[in-house]
């Protein structure tokens, strides 16, 4: 069982729609969550990051904390055909800094 | 941008032969990971680095070995190549601390026959 557990597997939005993913640890060390975006055939990219509970907002791109259940959740709104891609989260500890990353999930927009 | 650059970006081998993948990076990332990418596994770490001369194992070890001789320069080594290691591999790096952003390179596509 990996360490960090993405959902859905795959997810189909129509263009101009609102796109959530979720991902949780099982490691009660991890302070730190990331979300990596990659493109098909491409290398993986930082996206966002959050170390504290709550929310974050970057223009389409808001990010969900829960410390407690280590569970954060990815929201794109007004998704774009260019959104679609492999979205990876990712968690790591402070004192060992290495990131374990989920198995992903395959986003599509439908135009 | 963070420029980690692998070589080769391609790989065909043999059943039992070595293989060595090379990343390098010019920004003076204390850490250094390799990961290999397989549909529904995500990134697996395999070997990561705190710097020159030091190595550790990630998650899946196994088949494995790495070096990491100077602080630009991480190899990944196959002594005795086997299918099941026909993978995408991605070598990344960071600064070094607890909340550190990882820079890919573009990733080695490995064919072991």
Redesign the interface.
Known sequence: QQKVQQSPESLIVPEGGMASLNCTSSDRNVDYFWWYRQHSGKSPKMLMSIFSNGEKEEGRFTVHLNKASLHTSLHIRDSQPSDSALYLCAASDYNQGKLIFGQGTKLSIKP | EAAVTQSPRNKVAVTGGKVTLSCNQTNNHN?M?W?RQDT??????IH?SYGAGSTEK??IPDGYKASRPSQENFSLILELATPSQTSVY?CAS?A???????F????TKLSVL
């Open positions: 850490n990971y990961y529904g596994h995500g990134l697996r770490l990561y990630g998650d991605f960071g070094g601390t607890g909340g550190e952003r990882l890919f390179g573009h990733g």
